[in-house]
């Protein structure tokens, strides 16, 4: 049991050095690190979040703890730092991603200025996930200013390329493909309203249908014995596909929700007005639950389009990411719950949450991973992005005390 007098010295170590994570925290949204990139184009050549990384590591070694530099390439590390004993029982992942949404079109503010006005630190990546990365920070300094010594181990890890997708293999991935687990993992993604336990899964393809080119005003094919409008096929195909339902078992952590596949959010096809089109590419967007899988998704779609006399197309895949969830009853969750209700004095919802993140990769290397709570604000994703600094300042204090609660101190 962690007495209730530590509880209180971590709540004034936080407060008391909250100007300084403020700043550092504004000096991590200055940094520039928007990654406009989709999951194809991601280069282990382009230093998007190398600023970023720097900050974090030379602050975690001002404060004598040993982070370390790793990385596909020295342009992409992520940062990760040990803090604990070199024997240990439990242990615990802090999971962040260091790079940001690009700004959205239509910001009236500095995207990148970092200013602090009326309780408010504004720019992009200051609620997904700036905030959150100077919360483990400054969660980690309040215990050490508080002479906390762990008994379990405690992982931070700020990760490269998690924006184009959640399906990088630089970031995330890359640390679990380097033997670095732990019993459990919070991923600090904005909002305190939810502890968040699963994500949907999603599967992304090209549809690609081939047809016949031919002058329209060609003999043949007004007798049709030539050409075949690939535009007209797909259109048979977006009707195939319409309302096409995927089979799925209730899930716990997404009550009322079911899988659901768009189809086409994009397309294109044909080359002149007078030419019978060859080609229609369209894409294709998939939600899934947990125990859906792409592969089943594709099954189905080609089931129907099967029935599509004489169509010719091509399939490929863009991405797919597994939806995942854990149970509610994990220690991880109730330790979150409990300290909330105490800081902040209200009970977090506890379910799935939409988009998914780099958590996927963690529960499916069966490490128990809260895939989303952290500190409030707007406009992630959108425009004039904010976090709200009380709301930080609290979330920072419950991650210490949760760190503390979870690992256990020496005494
Ligand atoms: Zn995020």
């Given at each position: ?273 007078s030419s019978v089109p060859d080609k229609c590419v369209a894409y294709g967007d998939v939600r899934l639950m947990p125990g859906n899988s792409d592969k089943q998704v594709k099954i189905w779609i080609r089931e129907k389009l099967a029935g599509i006399p004489g169509l010719r197309y091509e399939f490929e895949d863009l991405l797919f990411v597994p939806s995942v969830e854990i149970d509610r009853k994990e220690e991880i969750v109730e330790l979150l719950s409990t300290h909330t209700k105490e800081v902040l004095g209200f009970a977090p919802k506890i379910e799935g949450s939409g988009p998914w993140n780099d958590a996927w990769m963690l529960v499916t290397h069966d490490i128990p991973t809260v895939s989303g709570f952290g500190p409030d604000g707007e406009g992630h994703h959108g425009v004039n992005e ?26």
């Open positions: 049991m962690i007495s209730s007098r530590l509880f209180q010295r971590i709540s004034a170590v936080v407060s008391k050095n909250f100007s300084e994570q403020t700043s550092f925290a504004s000096a991590l949204v200055r940094e520039d690190s928007e990654n406009p990139y989709t999951p194809e184009q991601s280069s282990p050549k382009t230093p998007i979040e190398l600023g970023v990384s720097e900050l974090i590591y030379e602050r975690l070694r001002s404060f004598g703890l040993p982070p370390r530099r790793l990385g596909v390439s020295k342009k992409r590390p992520n940062v990760v730092c040990y803090w604990g004993p070199r024997r240990f029982r439990k242990s615990m992942i802090l999971n962040g991603h260091m790079d940001t949404a690009p700004a959205g079109e239509g910001y009236t503010l500095d995207p990148h200025s970092g200013a602090v006005r009326d309780g408010k630190l504004y720019g992009v990546g200051a609620a997904d996930m700036k905030g959150a990365l100077s919360a483990y920070v400054y969660a980690v300094k309040a215990l050490l200013d508080s002479g906390v010594a762990l008994d379990g181990r405690l992982v931070l890890e700020f990760t490269v390329d998690e924006e184009p997708g959640g399906c990088s293999e630089f970031g995330t991935s890359y640390l679990l493909g380097q033997g670095i687990r732990a019993r459990v993992a919070i991923i600090g993604e904005p909002g305190t309203d939810t502890i968040s336990i699963g994500t949907r899964g999603g599967y992304r393809f090209k549809l690609t249908v081939f047809g016949e080119a031919i002058h329209t005003g060609r003999r043949a094919w007004e007798r049709k014995e030539m050409g075949r409008n690939a535009i007209l096929d797909m259109a048979r195909v977006i009707i195939a596909l319409e309302n096409l339902e995927i089979p799925f078992k209730p899930a716990r952590a997404f009550q009322r929700r079911s899988p659901v596949l768009t189809f086409p959010t994009k397309i294109s096809g044909g080359v002149s007005i904010w976090v709200d600094l009380e709301s930080l300042r609290k979330v920072t204090e419950i991650y210490a005390r949760v760190i503390v609660e979870y690992l256990g101190v020496r005494e």
